[in-house]
């Protein structure tokens, strides 16, 4: 009885208080349902109803007065907003606040309804979403190919539709780029950034795309496409890029940190402006308790016809301290590279002539190693996968190494290595932005050697760790620290995106590899790993976290006593 007392001696107090109606300014004021909303006005806005002191604004007519407030109203989902005048006072009713229930979109081209906008449903239907919904659908339209589009958004509030008129316009092929390079560049340098070809579609995304890789090369600061939008009919299909030029010498400093490298510290210099075909000179330092690398390197454009075709002198150093290993290398090589740019892809081709000196400070191998090696890499990455790189969503990425050394032509041991590795991410559904990311990862590696006791030891192939198998330590898969001859890996990870608030993103992985003594050939031995792990994307960078277990089926002699207890691992910076 005395609780029930007390609890209404401090209802009727706040029940008295709602009642009570709330000043909106002037004589306007909401009625009691207000009273518990967060709504409320800025000043400026308060001026547009009530007036202010500012000359020819201090008196605002009633009519003029509840249009504005009906505006703000409308502007935050009040759409049936109501005025009633009692004496001297005037009291606004609200109503019920209008969410949306779905988007109408009206005179859609082909492949336009091939991707969803969400998250919509139960939002407020107010000025913002409506300008949201009207921003993605120009960006929707103009990655379909129409540069000109025009698009109307009004709110329906009695069906809680926000109602979309498109008008595209015609889809156009990009006819021709007039580019404005600047000073001290050749023509030819910005179209080696070019995500696109002319006679290509349009494609709105991949203009963004190549604005971004001209500014990430250090040539610019600021660069964009300009349309031909507002001119005749016959400039259609014509663009003008223009670039703002930088400073071309930076600095760039950064940290980073994993369960498995803590920390890590990262330092990068480069010279992007050595001549005026832009070539570009850079040096980068990483440090870390497993790897301490200094590699620098020059991207050396050689001819003005051939703005894509380079020359690829690098240095690099580095210890590498492993669990099941220790080595000392340095690397000389002068390659060559070519950059090219499909309609949906970025292909980029290198071969290099690279002597390596190699000591192997613990661990298997041969404590002295130098070799001359021809290494040859082809790696292709999609435009979108590129597009989407700080938050992954779609596309693909793959990489194929070839490295081949001859015994007695500056090596001291035959052989060669083959490695494939890649990523593909599905945007299941075709969501913006996506609800359920699938990524899949795979990796494969063979050694092809005579003699794998006279093999080097950063030629051996091991598994574990968050590069493959997560559910295993690093490099714990390991042949007793001599290393296999064939390794491989597939990797697959469900993300829930948007599901959970500040931006966490629950996620499923389960990971497979397989190993043996022989190239090209597996031992009978799977291991596999399932586990969640929880990625947010904080406004510093992206945090990973993943707890899984290692097991071990049809087990053999190549895995004997690896440790399938959990694996938990953290890292700051890394994406799957």
Not at 36 to 65: K, M, Y
Not at 299 to 315: D, I, K, Q, W
Request: charged share 20%; aromatic share 14%; with cysteine.
């Amino acid at each position: 009885m005395n609780f029930c007392l007390l609890a209404l001696a401090l209802f009727f107090p706040i029940l008295a208080l709602a009642s009570e109606p709330r000043l909106i300014c002037g004589k306007y004021y909401f009625r009691s349902k207000a009273i518990h909303s967060n709504l409320r006005f800025t000043s400026n806005e308060l001026i547009f109803v009530c007036g202010g002191t500012t000359p020819g604004w201090e008196n605002i007519p009633d009519t003029q007065a509840r249009l504005h407030l009906s505006t703000f109203l409308r502007s935050r989902g009040y759409f049936k907003a109501e005025f009633k005048p009692e004496g001297d006072k005037i009291f606004v009713e609200l109503g019920e606040r209008a969410e949306v229930g779905k988007i109408e979109f009206r005179n859609q081209p082909p492949e336009f309804g091939e991707m969803t906008f969400i998250p919509i449903k139960g939002r407020v239907l107010n000025s913002d979403l409506l300008s949201e919904v009207r921003a993605w659908s120009l960006s929707r339209l103009k990655a379909l190919g129409y540069p000109c589009p025009r698009v109307e958004v009004r709110a329906a509030y009695e069906s809680e539709t926000a109602v979309v008129e498109l008008y595209p316009g015609s889809r156009q092929k990009v006819v021709n780029i007039r580019r404005e390079t600047g000073e001290g560049l050749k023509p030819g340098v910005l179209q080696r950034y070019d995500a696109f070809s002319l006679g290509d579609f349009y494609n709105g995304d991949f203009m963004a795309l190549t604005s971004r890789r001209l500014i990430a090369s250090g040539i610019a600061n600021y660069a964009y496409f300009k349309d031909s939008c507002e001119q005749d009919e016959s400039e259609w299909g014509h663009f003008q890029q223009k670039v703002f030029l930088t400073k071309p010498q930076s600095l760039i400093l950064a940290a980073g940190a994993s369960t498995e490298e803590f920390p890590i510290l990262t330092a990068a210099w480069k010279y992007s402006d050595i001549d005026d075909r832009a070539s570009s000179a850079q040096a980068q330092l990483y440090l870390s308790p497993r790897r301490q690398t200094l590699s620098s390197d020059i991207r050396y454009y050689l001819l003005e016809n051939t703005p894509r075709f380079f020359l690829l002198p690098s240095l690099k150093t580095e210890r590498l301290s492993e669990s099941v290993f220790k080595i000392l290398r340095t690397e000389v090589a002068f390659g060559t590279g070519y950059i090219f740019d499909t309609s949906t892809e970025q292909i980029v081709l290198t071969s290099s002539p690279t002597y390596t000196f190699e000591d192997t400070l613990e661990g298997a191998g041969p404590a002295k190693s130098r070799y001359l090696s021809l290494v040859s890499k082809i790696d292709v990455m999609s435009h979108y996968f590129e597009y989407f790189q700080t938050s992954p969503r779609t596309g693909y990425q793959v990489n194929l190494q070839w490295m081949t050394q001859s015994e007695g032509l500056g090596s001291n041991f035959s052989g060669n290595q083959y490695h494939l590795a890649g990523t593909y991410l599905w945007n299941i559904g075709k969501y913006d932005p996506p609800i359920v990311v699938l990524g899949v990862r795979v990796q494969a590696s063979t050694l092809h050697v005579n003699n794998l006791g006279a093999t080097p030891q950063s030629f051996r192939l091991y598994l574990g760790g968050d590069q493959n198998i997560r559910g295993f330590g690093r490099n714990s898969i390991n042949n007793f620290n001599e290393g296999f001859l064939t390794t491989s890996y597939l990797g697959f990870e469900g993300r829930l995106v948007g599901v959970l608030p500040y931006q966490l993103q629950p996620y499923l992985l389960l990971d497979f590899a397989k190993v043996g003594l022989t190239p090209f050939a597996w031992d009978e031995v799977l291991l596999y790993s399932p586990g969640l792990g929880l990625r947010w994307q904080s406004p510093v960078g992206v945090l990973r976290a993943t707890a899984s277990r290692g097991l071990v089926e049809r087990s053999t002699k190549l895995v004997e006593g690896v440790d399938t207890s959990w694996t938990y691992f953290l890292s700051y910076g890394r994406e799957f």
